[in-house]
């Protein structure tokens, strides 16, 4: 395969794997960034970094499902730091409907009883009678899996260029552009749209869970996903709206008290960081890869709140066809 020059744009979760796999596969690979520190303006900071493609599936595409089970093997492969535990849902008595839904539209799960539940997460012994377990999927601290990803792709040769804005109208000598702006190319990305997600980190040392808890409620479920030293990501939120402003109150309000309902623990948690950022999506949620008519410029895009999970293989998709040229992969638009 011949070498050949690539820039990509933007040094989010979607572009570092650009970047890497493309590296590795023996291209010269410039990454830009336009901030100034890594992270800082990518949406991917606030993201659970979840690798959960059977959970996913009670409302994505199975597309997004079956893709995503190859996540896990591909981030572990890079960032040591991926713990596989699965994931446990469940839902008070009052809310059984909702886990028995969860269960219709989900695959790959066990039913837990309390004992079981117990067993598995000691500190949620005696608060729910009925769970699902997905024992393949995994999780990691989004931060911490990005700078690994960020060190891998130094060690393959990307020279990362911080600081720099991009001009998609200027000249460029690079053989292939490959987009990663997110949100911020929606001028240039024909029917992407903002959605945006909250969260919080909280330091709540006297609850010790072993893998993300998702609870569910008909109006607000979240997830609650270890990062180690008694810190949790709390999240979940969906809004329609392209606003990146600070977290509302009625949003945090909403997600500390379904932490509270999980384990009251968390009343005396510590709030460390809170913040809110707007996800790039497509009309059905699945991110694609487009390639322009002349076949220089690669926009990957729409990751919606599957990034972390469908990142590598985006990144396999583009390597495929820059050494086939075929556009037979399934999230090639």
Same mark, same amino acid.
């Given at each position: 395969?011949?070498?050949r020059?690539?820039?990509?744009v933007?040094?989010?979760v979607?572009?570092? !794997?650009?970047?890497?796999? /493309?590296?590795?596969?023996?291209?010269?690979?410039?990454?830009?960034e336009?901030?100034?520190?890594?992270? &800082?303006a990518?949406?991917? +900071? !606030?993201?659970g970094?979840?690798?959960?493609?059977?959970c996913?599936?009670e409302s994505a595409p199975?597309?997004? +499902?079956d893709?995503g089970?190859?996540?896990k093997?591909?981030?572990q492969?890079?960032?040591?730091?991926?713990?596989?535990?699965?994931t *446990?849902v469940t839902?008070?008595?009052r809310?059984q409907? =909702? *886990?028995?839904?969860?269960?219709? %539209?989900? &695959?790959g799960?066990?039913?837990?009883?309390?004992?079981a539940?117990?067993k598995l =997460?000691?500190?949620?012994?005696?608060?729910?009678?009925?769970?699902?377990?997905f024992?393949?999927e995994a999780?990691?601290?989004?931060?911490?899996?990005?700078?690994?990803?960020l060190?891998?792709? +130094?060690?393959?040769?990307?020279?990362?260029v911080?600081g720099?804005? !991009?001009? =998609?109208g200027?000249?460029?000598?690079?053989?292939?552009v490959?987009?990663?702006? #997110?949100?911020a190319?929606r001028?240039?990305?024909?029917?992407?749209r903002g959605v945006? #997600?909250?969260?919080?980190?909280?330091?709540?040392?006297?609850?010790?869970?072993?893998?993300p808890?998702?609870l569910?409620?008909?109006r607000?479920?979240?997830?609650?996903?270890?990062?180690g030293?008694? +810190?949790?990501?709390v999240?979940a &939120?969906? @809004?329609?709206?392209?606003?990146?402003?600070?977290?509302?109150?009625?949003?945090?309000? =909403?997600?500390?008290g379904?932490a509270y309902? *999980?384990?009251?623990?968390?009343?005396?948690?510590?709030?460390l960081?809170? #913040?809110a950022g707007v996800?790039p999506a497509?009309?059905?949620?699945?991110?694609?890869? /487009?390639?322009?008519?002349?076949g220089?410029? @690669?926009r990957v895009?729409?990751?919606y709140?599957?990034?972390?999970l469908? %990142?590598?293989?985006?990144?396999? %998709?583009v390597a495929?066809? *820059?050494?086939? #040229?075929?556009r037979?992969?399934? /999230?090639?638009?």
């Open positions: 395969m011949a070498q020059e690539i820039t990509v933007g040094a989010g979607l572009g570092l !794997w650009q970047a890497l796999t /493309l590296a590795r596969q023996g291209h010269a690979v410039t990454l830009v336009q901030s100034d520190q890594p992270f &800082t990518a949406a991917s +900071r !606030w993201a970094a979840m690798l959960a493609p059977d996913e599936g199975p597309i997004v +499902r893709l089970r190859g996540a093997d591909l981030w492969a890079v960032h040591p730091g991926v713990v596989g535990n699965g *446990l839902a008070h008595a809310d409907s =909702e *886990l028995h839904r969860f269960a219709r %539209a989900t &695959t799960h066990k039913q837990l009883d309390e004992d539940i117990a =997460e000691p500190d949620l012994a005696g608060r729910f009678s009925s769970a699902l377990y024992p393949h999780h990691f601290d989004c931060m911490v899996g990005m700078r690994a990803v060190t891998a792709a +130094r060690e393959a040769g990307v020279n990362i911080f720099s804005r !991009w001009d =998609e200027g000249a460029h000598t690079a053989d292939i490959i987009d990663c702006r #997110g949100f190319a001028a240039s990305v024909k029917g992407l945006r #997600g909250e969260r919080l980190l909280v330091a709540a040392r006297d609850v010790a869970l072993a893998r808890v998702r569910l409620h008909p607000q479920p979240i997830y609650v996903v270890p990062q030293d008694g +810190r949790y990501v999240g &939120t969906v @809004i329609e709206r392209e606003d990146d402003g600070p977290m509302t109150v009625r949003s945090a309000l =909403e997600l500390l379904s309902a *999980l384990h009251p623990a968390f009343a005396e948690a510590a709030i960081d809170m #913040g996800r497509f009309g059905d949620n699945v991110p694609r890869v /487009l390639i322009a008519d002349d220089r410029t @690669i895009n729409g990751a709140r599957h990034g972390f469908l %990142a590598p293989i985006l990144a396999q %998709a495929g066809y *820059l050494a086939t #040229g075929q037979d992969h399934p /999230l090639i638009g």
